[in-house]
């Protein structure tokens, strides 16, 4: 056995930015099963139109764009060869084109802006800068297949070289394909010379030779498709620009223009945040990008989401690191369902629950908040309930009992109902109702109810249940599972690594740590981060008094829509777009009512993995969705302890007076 | 590296300038108060006064603010704003030509912000062509943790913007691979924000240790636990907290080590520890140094003073 990483975190690398070409392909599961027929591998590479991939933080785009860039692809057939660079050339062409993954960090971007220089000249050296990067990224592949002798230096030295030199201003004669590597990289180093002295003088910026846009992003694929034969047969050229987000307004104008105007053999697969986009202007005052007529939009919660396959995504991509760690891998513990429980228990959870606690009964106290009975129900009264409709062992039963006989049923019929359920009498209309209610509809919040009444957390655990948390965000499930494994490598090796399974406790722990990290990190996301740390929290607060309603009249709401004017008030409306950006909200991806027969609107909701702060449910289900007002949502976004404004409607429950009469 | 400690009386050192950050800790004037205790006198007192600490409510951190005003010293103050020392230091040139010829300069480190010490640093090198300075720095006794040892050491506060330090964007010409030294601080938060936005491919952390307490080595490792459980273990280094020397040691060796490589440091750890990667900065222009600007810092982050200490600092190393 292999004891080199034997008892290592199989989930402890969770960032796909600071992973090798090995890495990617040992970690990669492929999503177009999810995508079904909306998008293949092969238009990845092939389709001309600019494609924008969008997603929340973790939900994977840097893991999509790296697996088609160049080196990782290079390793893919590296390793379906055998080790021998014999047919790279033959795969990229199969592939129908090479990627070049281009990330420039938001430190750098943001470099390009202030010291005392005006916005136009940054505009300037930004665009001469991106120009030299894409060169960059170009020459490399080449000279890379060049060594790997799947081109020939003598060709590329004769007619491409000459010509991207002259592009470039390098004179001089025999000039070699790592001598045109090596003036991309000097006129670069001359920009970052620049950045460093314009801190602390005044400088100009006088490059040997300027470049615009289009000069070498386009140009140099011009030359190469003319002059390499090997390049003209249909393969493009797939500009992979990560996230996009950190682009500067200024700088997005720039590359929106290149998406704009992109020509045949080139196109850009662009990955971003939500609502990324700061700008949809080009250089052209009176030219701008549109979806569908200069790009595709691609949303990954909304596949992901929605998709029941999501499940076996997750097993699949779990399985692949669990595959990675020898102590795993040789006990063929590789499945995270097995080590997270498929389902959580709540029959078994309310059972413990209501097991620790002094008084037993404190539940059947939720019938005082009927309005059948006004407040008037004494301990005798409930006592007399709960002689009918008791079921110790099964205190979710009991809760349900106590809704049905609040909601206006006679103890008894519900005691029928329930016998009736329990005895498996499907043909029975009243056992249906039952089992329905139970089953399909109130399960959850019935133990959501439960635990409120004893004043103890919901717990969360379950591979189902962190399927749900992780709200459509994979990296949100691989942190919760990097947490469980590590809290219970800490506490509970023998189980994890003899039994292949992670104690339920364990798992809520990470469950709820995680909440918590999440909301301590939205405070610090750069763009209104206290205001979205406040929404999140208010919206929480909101969530947990409709889903702790004594009489569960609005089970597991988390979902509301706004006023989409936002009053007019454009920060407000920007304050919104970062909340989606960052996923502390989500879109659903279509139209919904906002309720059972309203008109269709945008829904959002609060991202599940904050669920455990508040005891919510950790699903979202259709039927009530608050509304918020633009000033509403100004408060939910700027003060704290926002309460609700207005008492949500009321379900109502039919009066029965001889009900009332009997028991009272 | 001397402790300033009474020792010195005679031996009294004077300087031409000593530049000075305002701030409402009470170490922020130590070196100012106990000047005298310290053996060491200034002729002039550049205090850089920041706008954005202007408004403080409460009457008395305003009062420990505007104490050096108390102070029988010949004080300067250079008005400038957090979010630029950029401007600010380029403003030097034109309202402090003396400084240019200055024999003798200390930079009190205490209460800058590090952006502002480096870009100070770098341009008493590169501008005033200084060729040597004292940095003089006064420990806390403690930190302020709001809410209980662990978990909630903020020195700032609200959002966050990482960026890298004006006049150290470094070089990534003909390197390989980037490498990441965090140099760790209490505030876990900022060393995952940090290592997502650089994307390194692979980091190296270095805790204070020896601590100036023993338990603050265990509180940044414990709050940075996310980013050590990422990294090997064989990246995980130490350096003593309060001497920059080791630091820029330590620095060297992973320097040395990989000279392919294009280094980031994030200097968010002490500030004797940053004041050894700013010193290491200085000697290779290749180093990249990144920093989390906040949007506001925490007003009191320590506690009363502990040892006071300078640090001969060569600012032309080769």
Redesign the interface.
């Known amino acids: 056995m292999n004891t080199q990483d034997l008892f290592r ?1 199989p989930f ?4 796909a ?2 992973m ?1 070409s090995k890495k990617i392909l040992d970690y990669w599961c492929s999503p177009f099963a999810l995508f079904k027929s909306r998008i293949s591998e092969r238009d990845i590479y092939q389709h001309d139109m600019p494609i924008v991939f969008m997603g929340g933080r973790g939900t994977g785009k840097t893991m999509f764009l790296k697996y088609f860039s160049y080196p990782v692809q290079c390793e893919a057939a590296n390793q379906m060869s055998g080790g021998g660079h014999g047919n790279t050339l033959s795969f990229l062409k199969s592939n129908g084109g090479i990627g070049f993954y281009l ?1 420039f ?4 971007l ?2 390009f802006e ?3 220089l005006e916005p136009e000249k940054w505009d300037a050296i930004f665009t001469h800068y991106f120009e030299l990067q894409v060169c960059k990224s170009y020459i490399e592949v080449i000279l890379d297949l060049v060594n790997r002798e799947q081109l020939s230096r003598e060709g590329i030295e004769k007619e491409f070289v000459p010509r991207v030199a002259k592009k470039l201003g390098r004179l001089g004669k025999r000039v070699k394909l790592e001598d045109i590597f090596n003036t991309v ?2 006129a ?2 001359d920009i ?2 620049f ?2 002295k ?5 400088t100009e910026f006088v490059p040997s030779k300027p470049f615009v846009a289009q000069d070498l992003s386009f140009g140099i694929v011009e030359i190469a498709m003319e002059t390499i034969p090997e390049f003209r047969n249909g393969i493009k050229f797939v500009i992979l620009v990560d996230e996009y987000e950190n682009y500067l307004k200024r700088q997005q104008v720039i590359l929106n223009t290149l998406l704009k105007f992109v020509k045949p053999g080139i196109t850009f697969r662009i990955g971003m945040r939500l609502e990324g986009f700061h700008t949809y202007d080009t250089i052209s005052p009176k030219e701008f990008i549109k979806e569908g007529r200069d790009y595709t939009r691609f949303v990954f919660e909304d596949i992901l989401v929605k998709d029941w396959r999501y499940r076996e995504f997750l097993i699949r991509v779990a399985a692949r690191r669990l595959e990675t760690v020898p102590a795993f891998k040789e006990r063929n513990l590789t499945d995270i369902s097995r080590f997270l429980g498929k389902r959580e228990d709540l029959q078994s959870e309310a059972a413990d629950l209501v097991r620790g606690q002094e008084s037993k009964t404190r539940h059947f106290d939720l019938l005082k908040h009927s309005e059948l009975f006004k407040s008037k129900l004494d301990s005798d009264a409930i006592k007399k309930i709960q002689r009918i409709i008791a079921k110790p062992e099964n205190p979710l039963l009991e809760v349900l009992n106590i809704i049905w006989v609040a909601r206006g049923n006679e103890p008894e019929m519900t005691k029928k109902a329930m016998n009736e359920y329990l005895s498996g009498k499907v043909s029975s209309p009243l056992a249906k109702k039952y089992h329905l209610d139970y089953i399909d509809k109130y399960k959850l919040s019935l133990m959501i109810l439960l635990a409120s009444q004893y004043h103890k957390p919901k717990m969360y655990y379950s591979f189902n249940t962190f399927c749900f948390l992780s709200s459509g965000i994979v990296g949100t499930f691989i942190e919760l599972c ?1 947490r469980s494994f ?1 809290y219970a490598y800490f506490e509970d090796p023998d189980t994890l690594i003899n039994e292949g399974t992670i104690r339920s406790a364990l798992q809520n722990r990470a469950a709820r740590d995680l909440a918590h990290s999440e909301l ?2 939205v ?8 205001n979205l740390y406040l929404f999140a929290k208010n919206l929480g607060n909101i969530f947990e008094k409709f889903q702790k309603d004594p009489l569960i009249r609005y089970p597991e709401t988390n979902q509301f829509t706004v006023d989409a004017s936002f009053g007019g008030d454009l920060e407000l409306e920007d304050m919104f777009k970062t909340a989606i950006q960052w996923s502390i909200i989500q879109q659903k991806s279509y139209l919904q009512q906002q309720t059972p027969g309203g008109p269709k609107t945008d829904i959002y909701t609060l991202n599940r993995v904050f669920s455990p702060m508040y005891d919510l449910s950790y699903r979202t289900r259709g039927g009530y969705s608050e509304r918020f007002d633009a000033s509403y949502l100004k408060a939910l976004m700027t003060q704290d302890g926002v309460r609700l404004r207005k008492k949500a409607p009321k379900r109502k429950t039919e009066p029965k007076e001889s009900l009332q009469r009997r028991l009272i | 590296m001397r402790p300033l400690n009474g020792e010195y009386h005679n031996d009294v050192r004077e300087y031409d300038y000593v530049l000075v950050a305002c701030g409402s800790d009470y170490r922020a004037y130590q070196t100012l108060r106990k000047s005298k205790d310290f053996g060491i006198t200034f002729k002039n007192v550049l205090i850089f006064d920041f706008e954005e600490r202007h408004d403080y409510a409460d009457a008395e951190m305003r009062k420990a603010y505007q104490s050096y005003e108390e102070l029988a010293l010949n004080i300067k103050p250079v008005t400038c704003s957090i979010k ?1 020392p ?2 600010c ?2 403003a030097l040139h034109d309202s402090e030509p003396n400084l240019h010829d200055a024999a003798a300069v200390a930079l009190d480190i205490s209460c800058f912000t590090k952006p502002y010490s480096f ?1 100070i640093l ?2 008493l090198k ?2 005033a062509k200084i060729n040597h300075i004292t940095a003089l720095y006064t420990e806390p006794m403690s930190y302020v943790f709001a809410e209980g040892l662990f978990h909630s050491y903020h020195s700032t ?8 330090i ?9 390197t390989t691979r980037k490498t990441l030294v965090v140099l760790l601080g209490f505030d876990g ?1 900022l060393s ?2 940090i ?9 190296t952390v270095i805790n204070g240790f020896p601590a100036y307490a023993p338990k603050f080595k265990d509180i940044s490792l414990i709050n940075n ?1 996310k980013l050590l ?2 990294i090997p273990r064989e990246s995980i280094l130490y350096s003593r907290a309060n001497n920059p020397f080791e630091t820029f040691n330590l620095l060297e060796h992973i320097f040395q080590r990989d000279s392919s490589a294009f280094i980031n440091v994030a200097p968010i750890g002490t500030k004797p520890m940053a004041l050894g990667a700013c010193l290491f900065a200085l000697v290779h ?1 290749s180093v ?1 140094i ?1 920093y989390p600007l906040p ?1 506001e810092y925490a007003n009191i982050t320590t506690q009363k003073c502990w040892y006071s200490w300078s640090y001969e600092i060569p600012l032309r190393i080769n």
């Open positions: 975190n402890s690398d969770y960032n930015n600071s090798d990330r960090d938001g430190p750098v943001r470099s202030g010291k005392g990289e000097d670069l180093g970052t010379s950045r460093e314009i801190a602390f003088s005044k990097r590590q301590e990190m405070n610090r996301i750069q763009n209104y981060g206290h | 630029d950029s401007t230091v380029k870009c770098k341009y590169e501008q506060s609200g959002p966050l913007s990482i960026m890298e004006p006049g150290f964007p470094g070089n990534d010409i003909r938060e995952s924000f290592t997502d936005e650089v994307a390194p491919n692979d980091t636990e459980s990422s222009p990249r990144v949007t």
